[in-house]
């Protein structure tokens, strides 16, 4: 008897970017900047700091199944309680969407390129998964749309997407959302919408709410949480039902909501970050560009650099560690000859483009 079926024997497990603590192990380098990862370089949101600390003395208490923070956003959004889920940050959501709705001979739909942690998800279901070609770093919701047939079931789409950072517009989404039966579930990942919301081409999903559905959302990135896993949801209240039933019953952690929901409040710590990041892009994009390389323009915390060939990518990775900058290869993700890196604050940023200029200066990555 096999210990484990087929899809579980040959599935990659999820890598994340390369800790901090790892490479200072390995290389023995004490000051290490890690732009792998799209986390908040400014750190955690304050106000959720504290609101941690205050919960410390309730931690033998059971938590209540994120119910406090699913009524403040359904207040927030003019939505019920019931169109609302809380979990273990929105990969936790994303897991349990693919437990509760995918059955053995559905099909998953999404593109190539897009967030790996999807699809390390979907394969990890056995089921077949459909990838589409980006067009020009882009979703290609037209193609994506072509490839529906009877057992598709789910469509991954992410907006801004990861990594490449690009969007897909309102009137490209509504288009779409057209050629899909309404018997077909559309994830609608918006883990970087903050980033993007000021965008008026952006369609922010929280105003279509459409049955088939589901927006999710994350306090990791720009409210800095990604540590302490929260995210949430939305769709309709059968979908929430549904998920209700598999998600684990005490997720998220008391820690965690209590974070979640101090952080919606954390109107300043919002702005200090958006105003960083686009001060950030300022800098680092033309600056890249200056060095002779090509940058996809983006709508987030990071940026997409694709450089000539795998081999140029596994150079730069690796003589940037060398000089403790983490940054990350994206062969995992469909993009093998593209890097990705994060945004991060002014010095971060400078001992980037430094480290990279050496880098460039002494290797043949660029010809
Ligand atoms: C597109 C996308 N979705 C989801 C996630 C996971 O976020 P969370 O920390 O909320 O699980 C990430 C994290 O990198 C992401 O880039």
Known sequence: MRLVPPYIETLEPYKPGKPIAELQREFGISRVVKLASNENPLGPSPLAVQAIQKEYGNLHLYPNGGLDIREILAQRFRLNVGNVIAGSGSEGIMSNIIRAFLCDDDEVLTSEGTFVGFYVLARSRGVKMVLVPLNDYRFDLPAIAERIND?????????PNNPTGTIFTRKEFDAF??????????????????YAQDNPDFPDSMQYRYDNVITLRTFSKAYGLAGIRIGYGFAHDALITNLLKVKLPFEPSTLAQAAG??????H?????????????????IPALRNLGLTVVPTNANFVLVPLESESAVDEVYT????????????????????????????????????SLQKVLETTKVLS
């Open 151 to 159: 057992h598709t079931k789910i469509i991954y789409l992410a907006n």
């Open 177 to 194: 959302y057209r050629a899909v039966p309404e018997r077909v579930l559309i994830i609608l990942d918006e883990a970087y919408f903050e």
């Open 261 to 266: 929901i101090a952080a919606l409040g954390d």
């Open 268 to 284: 300043a710590f919002l702005k200090r970050t958006l105003e960083a990041n686009a001060a950030g892009k300022a800098t680092v």
């Open 319 to 354: 003589a940037l560690l060398h000089k403790g900058v983490i940054i990350r290869p994206l062969r995992a993700f469909g993009l093998p000859h593209c890097v990705r890196i994060t945004i991060g604050t002014a010095d971060q940023n400078a001992v980037l483009l430094a």
